[in-house]
């Protein structure tokens, strides 16, 4: 729905990813175009404007407004596949997570429609225009570039939201896919997510994390509303009991330290392609930080580490864990690997080993 003003709007569909060319700023999405710019005239209100997709692979679009003045805006939205397991890799887009972090005011009452407005506020609304002209908070740094380097390398990939996590069963999920890969930052999740995501690793499927602060909330959603209940770990599901590490302080980006490799020569195909050994720096990381607990697999190994990133004994976890059952999972425990798909030869070359190594095993059933 367009509630701006203007004398005349035309729109666009773009698909983000086989673009080339700088990302500007916060408040721009970038992505080629799928269908031919239509005028829809003038806009004085309220207006709904239903636009046709075409038989296009899975991914993220935006449907992109312009008005006179230079005026542009935003809708994105994921194109999920045809069916669960087109490809055998999926990468999960954190819908819940964007909403949450979406300060936008959309009743109109004074205050954004989230817990981060005020601590006296539980609820956040789904699918609210977002602010920076409609871009999804934190997307030029944890999203768009990613989203690049997999079309721009030909990963064959489903493109999925949490929608899809919030039905289909774990059964389902290993069924369809050797590989579930997130990449933004997943903090917010359903008791089904959650479930369905544990069965999935416990049948044997495999798990990336590229980012930090995964799985922390539980949040219940009813209609356009979701609402956060409390920690995971709180109700007796630790996440790193998934995860391999939990989240344990943030400081809004004031930090960033190098990951220094550990064990590499436990994991050679982690590292493979690259002259990394233990003491090397992979890249550098901040932010938000993991760490192993108690609740850690007996077989996780830490593979690299952001020492003292807020002060002794403050530091972020790379981690790798198997399962009896054969599930492998991959977090990288400290923001983000993603973004360094940019321009980071060491991390894509590390992301490619996770792909081979755990996109192309069958274990999960």
Known sequence: MITDKAPTVSI?????????????????????????????????????VNVRLGDWPSGVYFVQLNAPGGRVGYAPFVLRPKHLGVNRVA????????????????????????????????????????LDRGTPPHFKHYEAWWLRWLVHTDKKVDIISDAELKRASGHELAKAYSLIIFSGHHEYV?????????????RGGNLVFLSANNFYWKIVIHGRVMYRITKWRDLGRPEAALLGVEYFHN??????????????????????????????????????????????PKSTRVVAEISNLYGPGMTAQMTYYETKAGAKVFAAGAFTLAGGMRDNPRVQQLVANLWTHLGNDRTGQ
């Open 251 to 296: 400081d809004s980006g004031e930090h960033r330290g190098n990951w220094i490799v550990r064990n590499a020569g436990a994991l050679p195909w982690l590292f493979a392609g690259m002259t990394l050994h233990n003491g090397s720096v992979l890249s550098t990381g901040g932010i938000e930080a993991d760490h192993t607990t108690s609740a850690s």
């Open 12 to 48: 666009q569909i773009r698909h983000v990813g086989p673009e080339t060319g700088p990302i500007m700023g916060n408040d721009t999405m970038t992505g080629v175009p799928m269908t031919a710019k239509r005028t829809i005239g003038r806009v004085s209100g309220p207006r709904i």
């Open 190 to 202: 359903t008791t089904h997510e959650y479930d369905a995501i544990t069965d999935y690793r416990n």
């Open 91 to 130: 990468v999960v887009m954190p819908t819940q997570t964007w909403q949450a972090y979406n300060h936008r005011d959309d009743n109109g009452d004074g205050r954004a429609d989230t817990w981060y407005a005020c601590a006296c506020q539980h609820s956040a609304r789904l699918g609210r225009p977002f």
